[in-house]
């Protein structure tokens, strides 16, 4: 068993997909940065407010201790149950980014690769064609 998992293991295609791990998620840290530190300010400050995260709706109770409380992530950690808009749109952009440079990346890799020359396919001859030229051939020779 042992042997079988390291081959599996060894294979490209395993490793392949370790190492696309590995940099999809310091990729997403890097996106994620970009869309709250550099993007969703400028997009709340258009829209009067700089922290877009802030924008939610409040569906519960909300404790005594955070009675007047617009923090976001304290009253999510005190269990208020929340309608959080704002972290919602944060999200989808950073899937919008991450979807668009990967769309980027996909059209330049499929324009650096050559395209391999389409070959014609020979045409498959019916096998009535093929036995008259046998049956041709062999009167022929004799």
Known sequence: MFKEFKAFI??????????????????????????DDVIMPVIG???????????F???????PALA????????KKAGVPLLGYGA?????VNFLIVAFIIFLLVRAVNRLMP???????????PADVTLLREIRDELKRR
Not at 45 to 54: E, N, R, T, Y
Not at 69 to 75: M, T, W
Not at 88 to 92: D, E, I
Request: glycine share 12%; hydrophobic share 50%.
């Open 68 to 75: 007047g409380s617009s923090d976001y992530a304290a009253l």
């Open 10 to 35: 060894a294979r490209g295609n395993v490793l392949d997909l370790a190492i696309a791990v590995i940099i999809g998620g310091a990729f997403g840290k890097i996106v994620t940065s970009l869309t």
């Open 45 to 55: 400050k258009i829209f009067g407010g700089l922290d877009f995260s802030s924008y």
């Open 57 to 63: 709706v409040v569906l519960g109770k909300v404790p």
């Open 88 to 92: 919602f749109v944060t999200a989808a």
């Open 115 to 125: 395209k391999a020359p389409e070959t014609p396919a020979e045409p498959v001859e």
